[in-house]
């Protein structure tokens, strides 16, 4: 739930707290009235860890409209591999949040290195497009060791990197990947923007769940087709 909705409010306050200690890089605090009680409130800065914990994550724009790749019909994973994802931002950094349950992590592919293609792992598909002249995204692949290999998109051409900071944590029944992405120094954001976003799960373990590979992405949309993406607004609660 998003934490503006504990004080009963529509929309995020004025002086969301978790937004600005994400852009200052600073703990804050703050006191909220609800009902009879003063309720204070504390925020931190989001860590990148793989844990997914941090109060900022309450304000994100989140998705859970994951759906099989490529169908026909919106069909989504089955419960026990609930897929969700989560972006925002602090002026400077886009930060993303995948978590996807795992019934069996013992058998998770890891076998592809950084620059190598790790979208053959289980692993996520993250894409990002500004709203540039030069009409290019990004892709990122991640896999659940956190390698990584990037793309400039529509030319398929690698990226040593793009100054990404990515953490993983894979627990008995689920697994996240956390990435903050530096994309000021790729194009500025700027408050109202539209970018494009879009993030696809792969999953190379065959069982019962899935007999063959599978992937499920948002809206079920393409990997390299972002009329299928969803806008992001950038400092504003809409899009996702």
Not at 44 to 71: H, L, Q, Y
Not at 104 to 132: C, H, I, Q, T
Not at 228 to 236: M, Y
Request: proline share 7%; hydrophobic share 35%; aromatic share 10%.
């Amino acid at each position: 739930m998003p934490c503006h909705k504990v004080w009963n409010r529509e929309m995020p306050c004025a002086d969301c707290i978790p937004q600005k200690a994400c852009t200052d890089g600073v703990s804050l605090d703050k006191y909220e009235v609800l009902d009879d009680r003063v309720c204070h409130i504390r925020s931190k800065p989001i860590v990148i860890d793989g844990d997914g914990s941090d109060a900022a994550w309450a304000t994100a724009c989140r998705t859970t409209d994951f759906f099989e790749t490529w169908s026909k019909e919106l069909v989504p994973p089955p419960a026990e591999l609930a897929t969700s994802a989560a972006v925002t931002s602090d002026g400077e950094n886009l930060y993303v949040l995948l978590q996807a349950k795992e019934p069996a992590p013992e058998k998770l592919a890891v076998r592809r290195k950084s620059g190598e293609g790790v979208y053959e792992d289980d692993s996520f598909e993250v894409m990002f497009f500004p709203p540039s002249e030069a009409n290019t995204y990004f892709q990122l692949c991640v896999n659940t060791k956190g390698e990584v290999t990037c793309y400039e998109q529509p030319m398929g051409r690698k990226r040593a990197d793009l100054k990404q900071e990515i953490a993983t944590k894979v627990g008995k029944d689920a697994y996240a990947i956390e990435i903050k992405l530096p994309v000021a120094k790729i194009y500025p954001l700027v408050k109202g923007d539209a970018w494009r976003f879009f993030t696809v799960r792969n999953r190379m373990i065959r069982d019962e769940l899935t007999p063959k590979q599978k992937s499920w992405s948002i809206d079920a949309g393409k990997v390299n087709n972002p009329t299928d993406w969803r806008s992001l607004h950038i400092w504003e609660k809409k899009g996702l």
